[in-house]
């Protein structure tokens, strides 16, 4: 036995990989079980399909759509659990890209000279994911401003977004019955991954700000 | 390889999941011959004696132990095994990894019987065409 007792508090690092093990831990540990209750649940009602007590509303059947309804909602929260996870490990490819390689056919709103010469330093991905979840597929106009060290685009949400305003993961993680599986879901994986290379997202209404860090030398 | 050949091995510590992948096996593939093993401990034993080009439907966890682990040397042993790995949740490194040691497949256990059916379909369906090559 050592004379020195273990650190009591580990490492920031030691922390995070543990609570990453942990969150990946309990969105797989906790499915096994419901698999077992929601297939269960399948298999009886098939095996009692064209009986009158499994169908509408004799008392089997009633238990049978309750045990559905309590499955399916649990499958969708810890699908978000696992989405939230997933997010937090995904692999990263930060480079200065052009901005407007960003933006696609989306029309740009802005009195920055020289957009075209504008570098941020990103993982493209989550960013046109962020903007492919918020404006779909047609051209949307986005608003470009110019801060200290970063590229704030405003983007409009052409979907309707739930009221909420700041962070979708906040948003997320203070319930998860109402938000898991929506848009909402979707956001806070982006806010993750885009938070893990300096991008800072928050929702005002129906507009998402996104502060995009500028490359070195980039115009001004 | 007709369909009357086909050999199934189910290797999952969860005996109830495997009790139910039995059962829609039987729906899925009436014809083929499964064997089901849910003790962890003697893995690489038994499938040392996996009928020849069985399909191994084999959980990603075993007793706490990746099984991805297991993969490498089982193929090594017995070539002609095709592995796919079911997991409750499974992460895109996870299933690159479990592709890149030689699994036929690595997916997520399906919530609805009939998201079984389909998946074991489709599994069967590969592990044909790749005992046909």
Same mark, same amino acid.
């Given at each position: 036995m050592t004379s020195s007792p273990p650190s009591v508090t580990p490492a920031l690092e030691t922390t995070e990989e543990i609570l990453e093990a942990f969150l990946f831990s309990v969105s797989h540990d906790l499915r096994f079980p419901l698999l077992t209750l929601s297939l269960s649940g399948e298999l009886i009602r098939e095996s009692m399909r064209d009986t009158p007590e499994a169908a509408g509303s004799g008392s089997t059947g009633v238990a049978l759509d309750a045990l559905k309804q309590g499955a399916e909602d649990l499958e969708r929260m810890l699908k978000a659990l696992a989405t939230v996870s997933r997010a937090r490990r995904r692999q990263q490819d930060v480079k200065n890209v052009p901005l407007r390689m960003l933006l696609g056919g989306h029309v740009v709103l802005s009195d920055v000279a020289d957009v075209d010469k504008l570098l941020v330093s990103v993982d493209p991905t989550p960013v046109r994911e962020l903007i492919d979840c918020l404006c779909g597929e047609d051209p949307a106009e986005l608003q470009l401003t110019l801060t200290d060290g970063h590229a704030l685009l405003r983007i409009p949400a052409r979907a309707a977004l739930p009221? $909420?305003?700041?962070?979708p993961l906040i948003e997320l993680a203070r319930s998860l019955t109402v938000h898991a599986g929506t848009v909402v879901e979707e956001l806070a994986s982006l806010q993750i991954q885009l938070a893990r290379h300096a991008v800072a997202l928050e929702i005002d209404q129906q507009t998402v700000s996104v502060w995009l860090p500028r490359a070195a030398g980039s115009a001004r | 390889m007709s369909q009357g050949t086909v050999s199934i091995v189910i290797i999952d510590d969860e005996v109830d999941h495997a009790i139910i992948i039995r059962r829609v096996l039987v729906d899925v593939a009436p014809y083929a011959a499964v064997d089901v093993m849910?003790?962890?401990?003697k893995v690489e034993e038994r499938l040392a004696e996996a009928p020849i080009h069985a399909l191994l439907l084999m959980d990603r966890l075993l007793a706490g132990r990746q099984?991805?682990? $297991?993969i490498p040397a089982l193929l090594c042993a017995r070539p002609d095994l095709s592995i796919a790995l079911l997991s409750a949740a499974l992460s895109e490194e996870d299933r690159d990894r479990a592709l890149a040691t030689g699994a036929l497949a690595a997916v997520e256990k399906p919530a609805t019987l009939d998201g079984w059916r389909v998946l074991l379909r489709d599994l069967l369906g590969l592990h044909r065409a790749r005992s046909v090559a």
């Open positions: 009221e $909420l305003d700041g962070s | 849910t003790d962890p401990r099984s991805i682990e $297991l």
